[in-house]
């Protein structure tokens, strides 16, 4: 069945009106009609089992029939600050962080950023990431879209309140002692959140580099090959995920696919 996300279902609600783009989709693109069933997920990540009732005034209504648990989430929760990008490979990250489980995307301002969204832009700007989000998370099957906030200056990103059993990584071309994969697996196992920082095109200048290492996040490699931005995120998702994340099987799961002799 079709999957489809509606803002927020309350406990014992028995109908729900999906509007606007969602809606759209469903009477104007899938052609779908009353009697049709599909599968509703909310921002608390709850699933949900309904039939249309009725499509009108461009409204769906939905009879709620059943519902089900949220999918698992990861383990570990990666947030990834990254310097703007352009708008397509912006858009490629929060589809690729979401697939791979990541929970929040924070754009910042840097020194050599390229792209700037005006001040009167910017509202749509997250409207649009939204709406990719929501949609990654329908295609992938986690539990609730990826968050995506407004860009902060740098400043502002380092003045966030950052936990302090968080692991604060910053990925750095120029740095040759840490690479990512040793940092990972020497941190201790009650460590379960992530937060990584990715620079633009042109990398970091030395003092902004500096001003991480007093924020306590620490210089990694992902070795000799310049990435681009887009690249560098989600890989350093990918990363974690397979060090200290879901990205694998667990043991459960192995345990039904018996080694051969």
Same mark, same amino acid.
């Given at each position: 069945?079709?999957?489809?996300?509606?803002?927020? @279902?309350?406990?014992? #609600?028995?109908?729900?009106?999906?509007?606007?783009?969602?809606?759209?989709?469903?009477?104007?693109?899938? /052609? =779908?009609?009353?009697?049709?069933?599909?599968?509703?997920?909310?921002?608390?990540?709850?699933?949900?089992?309904?039939?249309?009732?009725?499509?009108?005034?461009?409204?769906?209504?939905?009879?709620?029939?059943?519902?089900?648990?949220?999918?698992?989430?990861?383990?570990?929760?990666?947030?990834?600050?990254?310097?703007?990008?352009?708008?397509?490979? =912006?858009?490629?990250?929060?589809?690729?962080?979401?697939?791979?489980?990541?929970?929040? *995307?924070?754009?910042?301002?840097?020194?050599?950023?390229?792209?700037?969204?005006?001040?009167?832009?910017?509202?749509?700007?997250?409207?649009?990431?939204?709406?990719?989000? *929501?949609?990654?998370?329908?295609?992938?099957? /986690?539990?609730?879209?990826? #968050?995506?906030?407004?860009?902060?200056?740098?400043?502002?990103?380092?003045?966030?309140?950052?936990?302090?059993?968080?692991?604060?990584?910053?990925?750095?071309?120029?740095?040759? /002692?840490?690479? *990512?994969?040793?940092?990972?697996?020497?941190?201790?196992?009650?460590?379960?959140?992530?937060?990584?920082? @990715?620079?633009?095109?042109?990398?970091?200048?030395?003092?902004?580099?500096?001003?991480?290492?007093?924020?306590?996040?620490?210089?990694?490699? =992902?070795?000799?090959? *310049?990435?681009?931005?887009?690249?560098?995120?989600?890989?350093?998702?990918?990363?974690? #995920?397979?060090?200290?994340?879901?990205?694998?099987?667990?043991?459960?799961?192995?345990?039904?696919?018996?080694?051969?002799?």
């Amino acid at each position: 069945m079709r999957i489809f996300y509606v803002e927020d @279902i309350k406990h014992g #609600q028995k109908r729900c009106i999906i509007s606007g783009s969602e809606a759209r989709h469903i009477w104007k693109v899938l /052609r =779908m009609r009353a009697g049709n069933k599909l599968l509703l997920m909310d921002q608390h990540g709850n699933r949900y089992k309904g039939v249309i009732e009725d499509i009108k005034h461009s409204k769906v209504y939905v009879l709620i029939k059943e519902k089900y648990p949220p999918p698992s989430s990861s383990p570990v929760h990666i947030t990834i600050c990254i310097s703007l990008i352009r708008r397509e490979p =912006m858009d490629f990250v929060i589809q690729k962080a979401s697939e791979l489980g990541a929970e929040v *995307i924070q754009p910042f301002y840097s020194t050599r950023s390229i792209v700037r969204i005006a001040e009167d832009k910017i509202e749509q700007r997250l409207r649009h990431w939204k709406e990719v989000a *929501i949609n990654a998370a329908k295609q992938c099957g /986690r539990a609730t879209p990826i #968050q995506v906030f407004a860009p902060l200056f740098l400043k502002e990103l380092l003045a966030q309140d950052w936990e302090k059993d968080s692991l604060r990584l910053f990925l750095w071309e120029q740095e040759k /002692r840490n690479s *990512i994969k040793e940092v990972l697996r020497r941190a201790e196992e009650k460590v379960n959140k992530i937060v990584g920082i @990715i620079g633009p095109e042109g990398g970091f200048t030395y003092e902004e580099t500096e001003l991480f290492k007093e924020k306590g996040f620490i210089p990694v490699s =992902m070795g000799k090959r *310049i990435l681009r931005a887009e690249t560098a995120a989600i890989t350093f998702v990918a990363l974690c #995920q397979y060090e200290r994340g879901d990205l694998g099987l667990s043991d459960n799961m192995k345990a039904s696919f018996p080694m051969r002799p």
